[in-house]
């Protein structure tokens, strides 16, 4: 027992337990291991297809852009896709579970209810990797699993900066108070509008004794503080753009719309002002998160695809990438 309490063996002890203490640290400092990176492969073949589901949605030849896009989504999918795999986030997931064992009810050819033994044989039959609806469920999963490491609350300086960088995007639209006279084309020859007009200005009419030589319109003549959206809802969007132009304080015209033409006087213009943080405080927080969670799958997808190399048959998307 004595050599159990001497000097030397105790060091050579001490040695031990600090060498595998600390390889043990940076071990899981380090994470676990790097997982296989197969290659993403896009054939030409994708790419047509690709092609077709987009021509199907929207009735329009995809871009070369458009086709790099389309390119980059399918293979942030894929990727994603194998990463809610890695994870296990398809064991005991109840969504894919259900949906393997409706598909199996169908494709079966034998008659069981039992839904485990639906189940293992969609699996057998590889439709936990191959169904576009489980693939689908499970690329959102991942998705909401990157965002949700990324949430958190901001801190009060946080938010004043990410406001004072976004203040424009809370500013109100500017606003302007009008007289309109309306001659509707139904009523009046092609070149009145104008004789009208030059006579407005040369008699220095003002605008509550001028809209009594027009037509009644749906809208009232005197308009107080509308917005562009508002004047292009009445009168449509060639007419906002000659009232963003005109001067205030003078008549303008003739502005046409779909009814007939105006003559306009701008009375009065009113710029929109961003608002207090405090007034908007809850939209900007959102707007705060709803980024910083979109950075969260960004970050995830990139580390994603600095692991798996790429092998994409798209001249449109090589070529975006070149530039």
């Known amino acids: 027992m004595r050599c159990l309490r001497a000097p030397l ?42 092609r077709v ?22 293979i942030d999918e894929e990727l994603l896709f194998r990463e809610a795999v890695a994870r296990g986030l398809d064991r005991n997931d109840r969504s894919v579970r259900n949906w393997l064992v409706e598909q199996m009810k169908v494709l079966a050819d034998h008659a069981t209810d039992d839904p485990d033994r639906l189940y293992a044989d969609a699996r057998a039959l590889g439709l936990d990797r191959t169904d576009l609806v489980v ?9 909401l699993l990157a965002a949700r490491g990324a949430e958190a609350a901001p801190s009060d300086a946080e938010l004043a900066a990410f406001y004072a960088a976004h203040r424009a995007d809370y500013r109100p639209p500017d606003r302007v108070t009008l007289w309109h006279v309306f001659l509707a084309s139904s009523r009046h020859e092609a070149a009145e509008p104008d004789a009208l007009l030059a ?51 003078a008549w303008i015209g003739p502005v046409a719309s779909p009814y007939g033409s105006h003559l306009v006087w701008i009375e009065a213009r009113e710029a929109g002002a961003p608002p207090p943080l405090d007034a908007v405080r809850t939209q900007v927080v959102q707007r705060w998160q709803d980024e910083r969670r ?12 600095r692991r798996h190399p790429l092998r994409v048959e798209s001249t449109a998307w090589q070529q975006r990438g070149a530039s």
Do not use: N
């Open 294 to 305: 979109a950075r969260g799958v960004a970050t995830l997808v990139a580390d994603l695809r």
């Open 199 to 249: 006579r407005l200005r040369r008699e220095a009419t003002g605008p509550e004794a001028a809209v009594r030589r027009g037509d009644a319109f749906v809208a009232p003549p005197h308009l107080v503080a509308q917005s562009p959206t508002q004047l292009e809802r009445l009168f449509g969007p060639a007419f906002v753009a000659a009232v963003e132009r005109g001067a205030t304080g």
């Open 135 to 143: 693939r689908r469920i499970l690329v959102q999963k991942m998705r």
């Open 9 to 50: 063996l105790h060091f050579v002890a001490g040695g031990t337990a600090v060498f595998c203490l600390v390889h043990a640290w940076g071990r899981f400092a380090a994470g676990p291991p790097p997982r296989s990176s197969a290659p993403v492969v896009v054939t030409a073949g994708d790419i047509d297809r690709l």
């Open 53 to 74: 589901d987009y021509v199907r949605e929207t009735g329009l030849e995809p871009t070369a852009a458009d086709e790099a896009a389309l390119v980059d989504k399918a």
